[in-house]
């Protein structure tokens, strides 16, 4: 079985111990025509992969990315169209998790302000937005899945009410209240304090949080988005700011990114823009190890791997 390892971060131990517990001939490109050469031969890809890649790597039976974002391989051309397809979910529902607490905090305690207060050697226990606080507050979270119960996972603590949207919801859900279907998300719309972005980028997402649903939220609501930028258009966003629809709008992902120097994004107050690094974590690695090898098990006993495989007609 030959592995092509496409990760550059891996380093020399990495190596090792892939190759000990895989016993797979390793396939490594010192270079990106060698890499390309090498896709040829692999009959499994463990790491990042270019369209180039992609299409050359026309017997290979997987492919496992480190990531969880599925858009950009789902629209290439695949040198084989029956490889099975597994990626990262379940690698940053943790740090995605916290830094929306982060955000939400910021907001209620006005952080952001007070650093920009800071800067200018400002004195100002009041700012000019209210302290808010979690305790009792509703939360909706479109997307329900890792990253959305990761999050709600998290808001528990502080006596939040979580309800969840997502396209196929499961019953019971852990620390949610309850999970609807995507499509029910407008009656409840306005009872939202904060509202949870953790959607994926497929047709039935693009353009979701549009300015009609947005205008159903509460002129308080505040929403954090660490799905996909397509999932608000900009515009509608910009008008519910400058509109008063919102209260304001945490965006670690924009559409386009990065996000135009002239965007009105970059100077509104009741704005925190983070530049989409929400899922970074020092366990990256070690986790995206611990699901290949253990996909690589399912895939010698069974013909396949178990964990993370990526419905094609879903899009995630």
Not at 223 to 244: E, M, S
Not at 292 to 297: G, V
Request: with cysteine; proline share 6%.
């Amino acid at each position: 079985m030959r592995l092509l390892i496409t990760w550059k971060d891996l380093n020399e131990a990495d190596l090792q111990l892939i190759e000990t517990q895989t016993g797979a001939t390793m396939l490594l490109g010192h270079s990106k025509e060698e890499t390309l050469e090498l896709a040829s031969q692999a009959d499994v890809i463990f790491g990042f992969v270019s369209p180039e890649i992609l299409l050359a790597a026309g017997r290979c039976q997987w492919l496992q990315t480190p990531y969880a974002g599925a858009e950009t391989i789902l629209g290439t051309p695949w040198g084989n169209p029956q490889m099975i397809y597994t990626n990262g979910r379940g690698i940053f529902g943790p740090p995605i998790g916290e830094h929306v607490v982060g955000l939400i905090l910021a907001f209620n305690r006005g952080l952001h302000l007070a650093r920009d207060n800071q800067r200018q050697k400002v004195w100002k226990p009041r700012l000019q937005n209210s302290f808010r606080e979690l305790t009792g507050s509703t939360v909706g979270i479109l997307g329900y899945g890792d990253l959305g119960s990761q999050v709600a996972k998290r808001l528990c603590g502080f006596g939040c009410n979580v309800v969840g949207f997502r396209q196929h919801p499961q019953g019971d859900e852990p620390y949610a209240t309850a999970v609807y279907a995507l499509d029910q998300f407008e009656p409840f719309a306005s009872q939202l304090d904060y509202l949870v972005c953790t959607l994926p980028h497929t047709e039935k997402t693009a353009g979701f949080l549009n300015q009609k649903r947005m205008q159903l939220l509460p002129e308080h609501a505040i929403i954090v988005n660490v799905g996909r930028g397509t999932l608000i258009p900009t515009d509608d966003l910009i008008l519910a700011l400058q509109q008063g629809w919102i209260a304001g709008v945490a965006l670690d992902v924009t559409d386009p990114e990065p996000l135009p120097v002239e965007s009105p994004l970059w100077e509104m107050d009741n704005v925190i823009i983070t530049p989409h690094n929400s899922g970074l974590t020092p366990f990256h690695k070690e986790r995206a190890l611990e699901i290949f090898l253990k996909n690589w098990q399912h895939f010698m006993k069974d013909g396949t791997p178990k964990i993370n495989v990526v419905n094609l007609q879903l899009g995630y």
